[in-house]
Nanobody, 120 residues
Framework: QVQLVESGGGSVQPGGSLRLSCAAS????????MAWYRQVPGDQRERVAT???????NYVDSVKGRFTISMESAKKTVYLQMNSLKPEDTAVYYC??????????????WGQGTLVTVSS
């Protein structure tokens, strides 16, 4: 009932920038939070950044000062601006969102993932 579609992944050299986008659609009445996670094959999924409906943000230490999460509520879209990228940022990035639907139920949805590769 709720779908998340990510875009913006790709390959970039160390020091470069990328911006990820994630658009939510479906019978959504409200979004409480949106977040970005990343996962390297063989490792656990790591939460990278979170933003709440009140625009409170939180980042994992390894990306503080380099990544910025933002949200456009009207478009139900979250962005992750990634600057000064490092090879260790290489991963599949997943969008996650939680909120309520118009039929009164809560949701916790995930996107399909988008690959970010940082390499020279």
């Amino acid at each position: 009932q709720v779908q998340l579609v990510e875009s913006g992944g790709g390959s970039v050299q160390p020091g470069g920038s990328l911006r990820l986008s994630c658009a939510a659609s479906g019978i959504i009445s409200g979004i409480y939070f949106m977040a970005w996670y990343r996962q390297v094959p063989g490792d656990q999924r790591e939460r990278v950044a979170t933003i709440t409906s009140s625009r409170s943000t939180n980042y994992v230490d390894s990306v503080k000062g380099r990544f910025t999460i933002s949200m456009e509520s009207a478009k139900k879209t979250v962005y992750l601006q990634m600057n000064s990228l490092k090879p260790e940022d290489t991963a599949v990035y997943y969008c996650n969102a939680g909120g309520s639907t118009s039929n009164g139920r809560g949701f916790d949805a995930w996107g399909q993932g988008t690959l970010v590769t940082v390499s020279s």
